[in-house]
């Protein structure tokens, strides 16, 4: 269903549980950036009404995940600490060329933020297939849910505003580029890397 090219090594979850309080810091950090995100289209691309009418209630969504992971995280006395930067999103970014017209720069963020939820949700899976932890499990399990719809939203509004030929192109260029990052950075605490 996701499309991804190169599957999450199994063995990531076993690096996730015996790093979960990271896990969860960088998790809590995906979710605010994710609202981010939803706020800047909304800035950058305001003449786009459906645009914006999805990404104010995605904003609000993505926040109440960050409300519920803080509060877990709070619940197992697991405090922030600072940011980091992710490595995956980072080189994620390099793929398209800056500028370009203001359409390709809409596409290209959209394309972006499907793959990230995209990775996200697959990650979700597998932490709520496989985690000991049953309060974790179910946890995932319903993040998971909310990531694929979101995923499933950003490639629609793509294909909506651009070229569909086109655009699916292009993402099938960066799920190819994706692929590549996975196979350098699949060993790390974070849900991303």
């Not at 190169?6 to 549980?17: Q, S």
């Not at 932490?127 to 932890?133: C, E, G, I, R, V």
């Amino acid at each position: 269903m996701l499309g991804l090219k190169l599957p999450t090594d199994p063995r990531w979850v076993n690096i996730a549980e015996k790093n979960i309080e990271e896990i969860l810091i960088d998790h809590a950090y995906c979710e605010q950036k994710a609202a981010s995100t939803a706020i800047s289209l909304i800035v950058s691309f305001p003449e786009y009404e459906e645009l914006v009418i999805k990404m104010t209630d995605l904003a609000q969504e993505e926040m109440s995940h960050f409300k519920m992971v803080h509060d877990l995280m709070r619940s197992r006395g697991i405090k922030m600490g600072r940011d980091r930067k992710d490595l995956y999103v980072v080189e994620l970014m390099t793929f398209f060329p800056k500028g370009g017209s203001r359409t390709d720069q809409l596409i290209h963020r959209l394309l972006y933020a499907a793959l990230i939820e995209a990775r996200s949700c697959e990650r979700f899976r597998l932490l709520s297939d496989q985690l000991k932890d049953k309060s974790l499990k179910k946890f995932y399990r319903k993040l998971m849910i909310s990531e694929a719809n979101h995923y499933t939203m950003f490639l629609k509004l793509a294909r909506q505003f651009g070229n569909e030929s086109k655009v699916n192109k292009k993402w099938q260029d960066l799920l190819e580029f994706e692929a590549k990052i996975m196979k350098r950075l699949s060993q790390h605490e974070s849900i991303h890397g």
